[in-house]
């Protein structure tokens, strides 16, 4: 506790705390000075002096509104990442042509209805639509650099924030992305309201009118999918994530909100294996097969380990497509597969 | 962001308070690169820097420019930038020599160059608003602002800081280039003018 009887004038004057109840700045449930005074009459007159110097030595402040604030901000914000975009951009492009690039292909199917097609990109005017209302691929390049092929009779909604807060564009129809790598904003592509996110590959989004499912699949590389409702359109708030890595496909029921999560119809080779390079296998133990095809594919296999232990293959498959494969491998080991929720799953006795 | 935190309430004033002890700490996050840490420095002290810089020049638009300039010279420097425990009174300083720069330089193209020191600081009292404002001009308040027009310009611009900015000693005599001797100075004196000269003429 300071020793405000010993205050002069002066010392009062500087006082901030003093200052903050004379200038009505003071928390009203503070009574402290009321109290003082209360039981200090004889200071009454210097109060009343000091109080009025206080007064007399204020300040109008220069009103500054919030919105001339925050515009400040964000131009300051704006030139930051201009700086930064350019200065990281010759690093992707150098990434990018060293790393061999994953690539990753979306297809879009997406029912007939257009009647609840207005979304919050179409009400808001700042979004630039690139239209293709030709025949032939558009290509486009984007400012983070990523590049669009750009169907016909589709289209591609941005708006000038692309690039710089964000990385969200609209789609409707076809489109083949090439997206510059950057981990630290990812590229999300709407279309009706089923959003797919990446953080940089290739991928393909194919989302016509004709059809009731949005189906989303995948190559390589990694993606995200999610199903925004109606309701939650404006909010920007979608529901939960469904994760879709290689040759996994999604489709999204654009009537009922529903996503199945499973397997593109002809899945591709992303890696070559590191043992059984050319699936040539010589009474090789099957777990050891299939770690070579979840490897090869980037689909997870499950099976029982222990019931499957004894079962060995001796197969050339280097020209089947992974469902060929897998008929093969079960046909040899009596057992059968079935695709669940983007994996596959063997069910088998086993092997004597 | 939010928007209504800079209106002047006393929730605000709490709020502000509570940031500007943390504003080390703000500073330290900002120097590591954090950004949002950065975006919290320019909420904090815009209107602040924005109140100083216009009393030295009245062009609200040089001064935001100023200010602009200053936070993306201080962002693409952040690692090179000192530890500052009052990030307040460092903010202000540099744009005191910003603007002093800038006014002497546009001043060097209208007029002969002069000395830099040679600056207006311009502040507005309340008191003269008030005497503004009503038609009962009391005796007493024109009094007043006499005496504080007869103020230097240095006590104005160090009760300034003082009072207005509520800045230490050690951050007025930083911010204005002087010593902590110097500043404790300039304030007293003020006061004292307008004590020996209103209060107990």
């Given at each position: 506790?300071?020793?405000?009887?010993?205050?002069?004038?002066?010392?009062?004057?500087?006082?901030?705390?003093?200052?903050?109840?004379?200038?009505?700045?003071?928390?009203?449930?503070?009574?402290?000075?009321?109290?003082?005074?209360?039981?200090?009459?004889?200071?009454?007159?210097?109060?009343?002096?000091?109080?009025?110097?206080?007064?007399?030595?204020?300040?109008?402040?220069?009103?500054?509104?919030?919105?001339?604030?925050?515009?400040?901000?964000?131009?300051?914000?704006?030139?930051?990442?201009?700086?930064?975009?350019?200065?990281?951009?010759?690093?992707?492009?150098?990434?990018?042509?060293?790393?061999?690039?994953?690539?990753?292909?979306?297809?879009?199917?997406?029912?007939?209805?257009?009647?609840?097609?207005?979304?919050?990109?179409?009400?808001?005017?700042?979004?630039?639509?690139?239209?293709?209302?030709?025949?032939?691929?558009?290509?486009?390049?984007?400012?983070?650099?990523?590049?669009?092929?750009?169907?016909?009779?589709?289209?591609?909604?941005?708006?000038?924030?692309?690039?710089?807060?964000?990385?969200?564009?609209?789609?409707?129809?076809?489109?083949?992305?090439?997206?510059?790598?950057?981990?630290?904003?990812?590229?999300?592509?709407?279309?009706?309201?089923?959003?797919?996110?990446?953080?940089?590959?290739?991928?393909?989004?194919?989302?016509?009118?004709?059809?009731?499912?949005?189906?989303?699949?995948?190559?390589?590389?990694?993606?995200?999918?999610?199903?925004?409702?109606?309701?939650?359109?404006?909010?920007?708030?979608?529901?939960?994530?469904?994760?879709?890595?290689?040759?996994?496909?999604?489709?999204?029921?654009?009537?009922?909100?529903?996503?199945?999560?499973?397997?593109?119809?002809?899945?591709?080779?992303?890696?070559?294996?590191?043992?059984?390079?050319?699936?040539?296998?010589?009474?090789?133990?099957?777990?050891?097969?299939?770690?070579?095809?979840?490897?090869?594919?980037g689909i997870p296999i499950a099976f029982d380990d222990e019931k499957l232990a004894k079962c060995n293959l001796t197969a050339q498959l280097s020209n089947e497509d992974l469902f060929d494969k897998l008929d093969l491998i079960c046909e040899t080991i009596q057992a059968s597969y079935q695709v669940t929720d983007g994996q596959i799953v063997i069910r088998g006795a086993g092997c004597e | 962001m939010q928007g209504q935190r800079i209106d002047t309430n006393l929730d605000d004033l709490k709020h502000r308070r509570l940031l500007e002890e943390k504003a080390p700490q703000i500073w330290l996050s900002f120097k590591q690169g954090n950004e949002d840490a950065f975006t919290e420095l320019m909420e904090l002290y815009y209107p602040s820097m924005l109140n100083y810089g216009l009393r030295f020049q009245n062009d609200r638009e040089l001064v935001k420019d100023c200010i602009q300039?200053?936070?993306?010279?201080?962002?693409?420097?952040?690692?090179?930038?000192?530890?500052?425990?009052?990030?307040?009174?460092?903010?202000?300083?540099?744009?005191?020599?910003?603007?002093?720069?800038?006014?002497?330089?546009?001043?060097?193209?209208?007029?002969?160059?002069?000395?830099?020191?040679?600056?207006?600081?311009?502040?507005?009292?309340?008191?003269?608003?008030?005497?503004?404002?009503?038609?009962?001009?009391?005796?007493?308040?024109?009094?007043?602002?006499?005496?504080?027009?007869?103020?230097?310009?240095?006590?104005?611009?160090?009760?300034?800081?003082?009072?207005?900015?509520?800045?230490?000693?050690?951050?007025?005599?930083?911010?204005?280039?002087?010593?902590?001797?110097?500043?404790?100075?300039?304030?007293?004196?003020?006061?004292?003018?307008?004590?020996?000269?209103?209060?107990?003429?």
């Amino acid at each position: 506790m300071k020793n405000y009887d010993q205050y002069t004038l002066e010392d009062f004057v500087q006082d901030f705390y003093f200052r903050r109840w004379v200038l009505g700045k003071l928390d009203p449930k503070d009574t402290f000075w009321e109290t003082w005074c209360k039981e200090n009459p004889e200071k009454e007159l210097l109060i009343q002096e000091a109080s009025s110097m206080v007064i007399g030595l204020s300040y109008e402040p220069e009103v500054v509104k919030s919105e001339e604030i925050f515009a400040a901000i964000s131009r300051v914000q704006k030139r930051i990442h201009k700086r930064a975009l350019f200065s990281r951009k010759w690093f992707y492009y150098a990434a990018a042509a060293i790393v061999p690039t994953a690539s990753l292909l979306v297809l879009w199917l997406v029912g007939n209805s257009q009647t609840e097609e207005l979304t919050v990109a179409e009400i808001s005017s700042d979004v630039r639509w690139e239209v293709n209302e030709g025949r032939e691929v558009v290509p486009l390049t984007l400012s983070d650099g990523s590049t669009v092929q750009l169907g016909p009779g589709s289209r591609l909604g941005y708006t000038n924030g692309f690039g710089i807060t964000d990385r969200f564009v609209w789609l409707e129809g076809e489109a083949y992305f090439e997206v510059i790598k950057n981990t630290e904003s990812p590229f999300i592509v709407n279309s009706h309201n089923v959003l797919t996110k990446v953080l940089g590959t290739t991928f393909h989004v194919r989302a016509y009118s004709q059809d009731e499912n949005v189906s989303i699949s995948v190559t390589s590389g990694k993606v995200t999918v999610q199903k925004k409702t109606v309701k939650d359109a404006e909010e920007m708030d979608p529901g939960p994530e469904l994760i879709l890595t290689p040759n996994q496909q999604a489709v999204v029921s654009r009537k009922n909100d529903k996503i199945i999560k499973t397997l593109i119809e002809t899945p591709a080779i992303i890696k070559v294996p590191e043992q059984h390079r050319h699936f040539i296998f010589n009474d090789t133990p099957i777990s050891e097969v299939f770690q070579t095809l979840e490897e090869a594919y980037g689909i997870p296999i499950a099976f029982d380990d222990e019931k499957l232990a004894k079962c060995n293959l001796t197969a050339q498959l280097s020209n089947e497509d992974l469902f060929d494969k897998l008929d093969l491998i079960c046909e040899t080991i009596q057992a059968s597969y079935q695709v669940t929720d983007g994996q596959i799953v063997i069910r088998g006795a086993g092997c004597e | 962001m939010q928007g209504q935190r800079i209106d002047t309430n006393l929730d605000d004033l709490k709020h502000r308070r509570l940031l500007e002890e943390k504003a080390p700490q703000i500073w330290l996050s900002f120097k590591q690169g954090n950004e949002d840490a950065f975006t919290e420095l320019m909420e904090l002290y815009y209107p602040s820097m924005l109140n100083y810089g216009l009393r030295f020049q009245n062009d609200r638009e040089l001064v935001k420019d100023c200010i602009q300039d200053l936070f993306l010279e201080l962002w693409k420097s952040r690692k090179a930038v000192a530890d500052v425990r009052a990030p307040k009174s460092y903010l202000l300083i540099s744009l005191r020599r910003k603007l002093l720069r800038e006014i002497g330089r546009t001043r060097w193209f209208r007029e002969a160059p002069e000395i830099t020191d040679d600056y207006n600081f311009e502040v507005q009292f309340a008191i003269e608003t008030y005497l503004i404002n009503t038609e009962i001009q009391h005796e007493d308040l024109k009094k007043l602002k006499r005496c504080l027009g007869q103020l230097t310009k240095r006590q104005r611009e160090a009760i300034y800081l003082r009072f207005f900015h509520e800045l230490s000693y050690e951050e007025i005599a930083e911010t204005m280039e002087i010593n902590r001797h110097s500043a404790v100075n300039l304030v007293y004196e003020a006061i004292r003018f307008i004590k020996n000269n209103w209060i107990y003429p």
